[in-house]
């Protein structure tokens, strides 16, 4: 066995970018970390081939000593921290100290600074084990920090490095990270001598549609939540806003990037109700707390952290998106339709119907209330082809889905039924039979109890068939046998008490959408209005129970510019 010896101080480095250094984003986030710290208020990120030949960071910060340069790319040497209650409530984004060492250990490094009463700026150069000496240099207060031929000393390490695409694509999500982060702050970047993106400090609304596109933006509600030292702000979006990925999901904690177990939880809890099957939702959300409350000193990466009340900290973000996300159509921002200007203009054509029936058409129409001020959905005009209701508000024509919008209504009131202790049930007047087999009546059977918390009650009718004797009220105008088929196979398939606790929303959305009012049925004046009532009283109308919007708005202008009104 070998002898026990303390490591060269070159290898010891090599060994801490070995997690700190993973691949050119890393560089690119710690140089930009280090001048966010400093106080810049713009940054220029310089980019070529993807990063892995050279990433450069110039800044307008407060710059470093002459006399501190040797300092800055020694390992453990920080301006950040001197003792452990500084560590304990680390407020910038650097701390460990090692982030310039470890760099320049596996790369070709050099810094020039100055600082505001400097008679000028200062120079040093690093190449793995060999730093240069300080020199003059000629540049305006602030730093510029530039590493070329990443892991040039290290070729086991550069292979693993992807194509030139691949990395300035990680470059460039690590950019928008950071300028997410820091609106106030102006930001270049560039890529092999063109600029890839320009932003000028500016409103969290206006850089996050730059950065994750206008219909993100368009489509999520603002959020602004405080208590007992916790704030939680910034932007969540509507289940219009989804995505098939969890791409656009940023969450910060004082500013920092973070992946957090108890904060995704959180957040998928309060969508839980909203989005469905595999949609993910997207959001940009801040979350303010003392630095003494949370650990950030987890790993190198600094984008892991630990709570020191982890179950209040997810309490209060859970229900905080809850609350933005789940108002009623009376209080929930207005979905507004696109309206296409490039269709062609409706051809002329001929009145084939004689004077008197459009009188009698007329003469039908059902007038509006009279009413000081119209509901927030106004007041139903009609029917379109059994599927969507026409409605009159202030801003001018409400769009419904009626089978969408009435599935929300039903869910909630299952929910709340379910949440008051069980589903309110309907005994049947002539029980709805159905064809089972051995394995559905096996489950009706075992699973007496939690069918009737849902408001179903089953009993086996013959050798292979089950006769439903009660359904949840809400629901016993619905197709009853094929919302028992459905309920009897999420029991099977993911167990009573499962179905009941994980899989709780979905099962009620599928019993919701089997109780909904159907397409093609007609409904009259008096409850399509009804309708509209319900959806400004229900939480969460805006959308239905998989994440479709149930109502648009078209406003007046929308109309004029459609009939080129005023043109």
């Known amino acids: 066995m070998s002898a026990i010896r303390v490591l060269p101080e070159l290898l010891v480095s090599q060994i801490a970018a070995g997690?700190?250094?993973?691949?050119?984003?890393?560089?690119?986030?710690?140089?930009?970390?280090?001048?966010?710290?400093?106080?810049?208020?713009?940054?220029?990120?310089?980019?070529?081939?993807?990063?892995?030949?050279?990433?450069?960071?110039?800044?307008?910060?407060?710059?470093?000593?002459?006399?501190?340069?040797?300092?800055?790319?020694?390992?453990h040497a920080t301006s950040k921290i001197r003792?452990?209650?500084?560590?304990?409530?680390?407020?910038?984004?650097?701390?460990?100290?090692?982030?310039?060492?470890?760099?320049?250990?596996?790369?070709?490094?050099?810094?020039?600074?100055?600082?505001?009463?400097?008679?000028?700026?200062?120079?040093?150069?690093?190449?793995?084990?060999?730093?240069?000496?300080?020199?003059?240099?000629?540049?305006?207060?602030?730093?510029?920090?530039?590493?070329?031929?990443?892991?040039?000393?290290?070729?086991?390490?550069?292979?693993?490095?992807?194509?030139?695409?691949?990395?300035?694509?990680?470059?460039?999500?690590?950019?928008?990270?950071?300028?997410?982060?820091?609106?106030?702050?102006?930001?270049?970047?560039?890529?092999?001598?063109?600029?890839?993106?320009?932003?000028?400090?500016?409103?969290?609304?206006?850089?996050?549609?730059?950065?994750?596109?206008?219909?993100l933006v368009a489509a999520s509600v603002p959020i602004e939540a405080r208590s007992a030292g916790l704030a939680l702000t910034g932007l969540a979006g509507t289940p219009q806003a989804a995505r098939p990925r969890a791409e656009a999901q940023y969450f910060f904690v004082n500013g920092r990037f973070v992946r957090d177990r108890v904060l995704a939880h959180a957040v998928r809890e309060a969508y839980s109700q909203?989005?469905?099957?595999?949609?993910?939702?997207?959001?940009?959300?801040?979350?303010?707390?003392?630095?003494?409350?949370?650990?950030?000193?987890?790993?190198?990466?600094?984008?892991?952290?630990?709570?020191?009340?982890?179950?209040?900290?997810?309490?209060?973000?859970?229900?905080?998106?809850?609350?933005?996300?789940?108002?009623?159509?009376?209080?929930?921002?207005?979905?507004?339709?696109?309206?296409?200007?490039?269709?062609?203009?409706?051809?002329?054509?001929?009145?084939?119907?004689?004077?008197?029936?459009?009188?009698?058409?007329?003469?039908s129409a059902v007038p509006l209330p009279a009413a000081e001020k119209a509901p927030p959905l106004g007041y139903a005009l009609g029917q379109l082809h059994g599927v969507y209701v026409l409605a009159q508000n202030e801003a001018g024509l409400v769009l419904v889905d009626m089978h969408a919008a009435h599935e929300r209504i039903v869910m909630e009131k299952l929910k709340q039924n379910l949440d008051a202790g069980a589903v309110q049930r309907q005994a049947l007047l002539v029980p709805a039979v159905l064809a089972a087999e051995a394995l559905e009546l096996a489950t009706a059977e075992e699973n007496r109890e939690v069918l009737e918390r849902l408001g179903l009650e089953l009993a086996v009718s013959g050798p292979n068939e089950l006769s439903v004797r009660a359904a949840p009220a809400a629901l016993a105008?619905?197709?009853?046998?094929?919302?028992?088929?459905?309920?009897?196979?999420?029991?099977?398939?993911?167990?009573?008490?499962?179905?009941?606790?994980?899989?709780?929303?979905?099962l009620l959305a599928t019993m919701a959408c089997h109780g909904a009012v159907r397409a093609n049925r007609a409904l009259t004046i008096a409850e399509m209005n009804a309708l509209l009532r319900e959806m400004e009283e229900t939480e969460r109308s805006g959308s239905c129970n998989h994440g479709r919007p149930t109502w648009y708005q078209l406003t007046l202008g929308d109309l004029d510019r459609l009939f080129l009104r005023g043109r």
Do not use: W
């Not at 106080?39 to 910060?61: F, H, K, N, Y």
């Not at 760099?103 to 060999?130: C, K, P, Q, T």
């Not at 809850?322 to 001929?350: D, K, M, N, T, W």
């Open 477 to 506: 105008a619905g197709d009853i046998p094929g919302l028992a088929r459905e309920v009897l196979r999420e029991i099977r398939e993911y167990g009573g008490s499962g179905a009941l606790a994980a899989r709780q929303n979905e």
């Open 19 to 75: 997690e700190v250094v993973e691949r050119p984003a890393s560089v690119l986030k710690e140089l930009i970390e280090n001048s966010i710290d400093a106080g810049a208020r713009a940054i220029t990120v310089t980019l070529d081939e993807g990063g892995i030949r050279r990433v450069q960071v110039e800044d307008d910060g407060e710059g470093i000593a002459r006399e501190d340069l040797r300092l800055a790319l020694a390992r």
């Open 274 to 363: 909203l989005l469905h099957g595999e949609r993910q939702p997207a959001y940009v959300l801040f979350l303010e707390i003392d630095p003494r409350a949370v650990d950030v000193n987890v790993h190198p990466s600094k984008t892991e952290v630990r709570f020191r009340e982890s179950r209040a900290v997810h309490q209060f973000v859970r229900h905080a998106l809850e609350r933005a996300l789940s108002p009623g159509a009376a209080q929930a921002p207005v979905a507004y339709a696109s309206v296409s200007h490039a269709g062609p203009i409706q051809p002329s054509f001929g009145l084939a119907q004689p004077p008197a029936a459009y009188q009698a058409f007329m003469a």
């Open 83 to 215: 003792d452990l209650a500084d560590l304990e409530g680390v407020a910038t984004m650097g701390f460990r100290g090692e982030a310039l060492a470890s760099i320049a250990s596996v790369s070709r490094l050099s810094i020039a600074s100055r600082i505001r009463d400097a008679a000028h700026g200062a120079h040093i150069a690093g190449e793995g084990a060999h730093v240069g000496e300080v020199s003059p240099a000629a540049r305006a207060q602030g730093t510029t920090v530039s590493v070329g031929e990443l892991y040039f000393n290290t070729p086991a390490r550069r292979k693993f490095l992807r194509t030139e695409a691949t990395e300035f694509g990680h470059c460039d999500e690590a950019f928008r990270r950071v300028a997410l982060a820091r609106c106030e702050v102006a930001f270049t970047l560039k890529h092999n001598g063109r600029v890839s993106r320009h932003l000028r400090p500016q409103t969290l609304a206006e850089r996050a549609a730059l950065l994750l596109g206008d219909e």
